[in-house]
């Protein structure tokens, strides 16, 4: 992966300063493939997207990720800090059999693909309710559907069973486990486990976010004392800016 220079990273910043998250999610996947085009970046399964974010916060802020959550426990509370490995994380990605996601159940044999960026974000857009997301989801991702040998219509396929969309989010969550990272943390001080997930994009994003007003602060302070332009600064290495900064400290 070619690590993405200060400067279009800034940009990167600046733009995802009037969305929402999940247009700060698409942002930085194309930070991490900046070959790709939208559609390309939409169409990928969501483990793919979150193993490439992993591997751009490898690359821009290393592998060490330190998480802190509170214990579930109300009369614990108590704060825990601990650490991942983006390198680690990075590597989970996804492998959907070549025939597809096959499901059979009361009578019911379906094929599903896995689900996409874009399949996730029409189905919770169009749905009421996390039940409705999952048969619209199912319904987008059906490749193939027959109930007791019949071929099923595209009506049947959005009501479809309980029992069958259990199935298929067990099938996608095997073939894709790097789409959510579920942490089961026990706390040091009471024992008891909190559950937690882990959003890689809003993560990556409130590094980014922290990291890009500390450079701007290093480029004001570098152009009120040397009269230096933005891009000047921004071609220096972290090193020689920090270096020019101790210096004017020491005036």
Known sequence: MAVTGPAELLATWEAGQVL?????????????????????????????????????RHALFG????????????ECGAAMEFELDAAELGSVRPRPPEDGLRVAEGGWSVTFRLPTIADLAEA?????????????????????AAQDG?????????????????RFAEAVEEADPGAEVTLSIACPECGATTPAELDIAAYL????????????LDVHLLASAYGWSEPEILALSPLRRRYYLELCADV
């Not at 930070?31 to 974010?53: K, M």
């Not at 019949?150 to 259990?166: N, S, Y």
Request: aromatic share 4%; hydrophobic share 50%; proline share 6%.
């Open 20 to 56: 929402q998250d999940s247009g700060r999610a698409l942002l930085l996947h194309r930070a991490a493939r900046p070959e790709a085009g939208t559609d390309a970046l939409l169409s990928v399964p969501a483990g793919e997207r979150a193993a490439d974010l992993f591997a751009l």
């Open 63 to 74: 592998a060490r990720m330190q998480v802190k959550l509170a214990c579930a426990d109300p």
């Open 124 to 144: 919770a857009s169009a749905a009421a309710d996390a039940a409705d997301a999952r048969r619209l989801l199912a319904a987008r991702c059906a490749v193939s």
């Open 150 to 166: 019949r071929p099923a219509g595209p009506g049947e396929l959005e009501r479809l069973p309980e029992a069958v969309l259990k």
């Open 205 to 216: 994003w409130t590094e980014l976010d922290a990291w890009a007003r500390d450079v701007l």
